[in-house]
């Protein structure tokens, strides 16, 4: 597997899971841009707690960056060519969302913050 950072927005919505042992996991889809312009799609898995409630928290389309293990995979389009594909378990989701959901985003002063 490779470590990998990969930036995109979220391609529908974020769903979570249980698996057979009980343990939670949460999955989405993140659209990336591929080096050649075109989109790639990738396929993302968390088991972390903080990670999947930073993905559950996006709605479709919302900015996110990820880092975790990538696994690179191929597929057969309906055309018959052969695209690229990525499977990411992110161990780490960064995002604004929560910044804003807290009207804490970065270059707004806060009523509360204290000054020196």
Request: aromatic residues 4%.
């Amino acid at each position: 597997m490779i470590d990998g950072l990969i930036a995109g927005k979220i391609y529908g919505q974020a769903k979570k899971g249980v698996g057979k042992n009980g343990s939670v996991y949460v999955t989405a889809k993140v659209r990336a841009a591929g080096g050649d312009g075109e989109p790639l799609l990738v396929n993302v898995i968390t088991f972390s707690q903080s990670a999947g409630q930073a993905l559950t928290a996006l709605g479709d389309g919302e900015s996110v960056a990820l880092s975790g293990s990538l696994t690179v995979k191929v597929w057969k389009d309906r055309d018959g060519v052969i695209r690229p594909a990525l499977d990411m378990q992110a161990h780490a989701v960064l995002t604004a969302h929560p910044a804003r959901k807290q009207g804490q985003v970065a270059g707004e002063d806060s009523a509360n913050t204290p000054r020196d």
